[in-house]
């Protein structure tokens, strides 16, 4: 009985029909039946927002159509990216990407990954997602992701600046002053460092960045 251990990740059973088709999946006691994006978007639309993150996460794992894997990862980023978790919302993101065919949505699908690995502080899985977008993209489209990126970097600074946590704020910041900056950016840039360095007790780095300052 599939019911007196609903808690086990099991296929309980697949059925084939002729005409159409239709498989059914037991996933954590949940039953996939569906097997279209509509048919999904309908079910998953009157859950909770934790029934429907389970519910997407067991279509993905269901094999059903590529239209409705695709559906899932952008709801299930979505529904991560709400709650903060965005690692886990970057991963859907990369998943949308991979699943994509045309140039244009990999490379908005990376641009976004990139932009939910800023958020969660993961600089490096954040240059490697913005390497596939720019590979992607031609040369106006490039110089394009090159300010959104460098914009979403400054909006994270300025966010963590306010919520005074300075050490993050930092991270930031330090990040920013290695990207293409403009000559304001820049002067903005290292009178913020020049604040945190004098803030974290970071000497060295506060004298190296007031020696810049002054000499400019």
């Known amino acids: 009985d599939p019911g007196s251990n609903p808690g086990r990740a099991i296929i309980f059973f697949i059925l084939c029909y002729q005409k159409p088709y239709k498989h059914y999946f037991i996933y954590e006691g949940m039953q996939i039946k569906e097997t279209t994006r509509q048919e999904v978007e309908e079910k998953s639309s009157k859950m909770s927002d934790f ?28 529904l991560y990216e709400k709650r903060n978790m965005f690692t886990e919302a970057a991963k859907h993101k990369a998943s949308l990407a991979e699943l994509t065919t045309t140039f244009k949505d990999k490379k908005n699908a990376f641009v976004q990954e990139a932009e939910l690995w800023v958020k969660a502080a993961r600089f490096p ?5 913005v390497k596939k977008a720019m590979a992607c993209a031609n040369t106006i489209e490039k110089q394009e992701i090159k300010e959104i990126i460098k914009q979403i970097y400054k909006n994270q600074a300025s966010l963590n600046l306010k919520k005074q946590k300075n050490a993050t704020a930092l991270k930031f910041y330090e990040k920013l002053s290695s990207l293409e900056l403009i000559e304001d950016e820049k002067k903005d840039v290292r009178k913020n460092l020049l604040f945190l360095y004098d803030k974290l007790g970071k000497v060295r780095e506060f004298y190296k960045i007031k020696k810049i300052i002054e000499d400019v």
């Open 125 to 129: 899985e954040a240059d490697n997602a």
């Open 51 to 78: 029934l429907k993150m389970e519910y997407l996460e067991n279509c993905i794992k269901s094999h059903i159509s590529l239209d409705v894997k695709k559906f899932a990862h952008v709801q299930l980023s979505d």
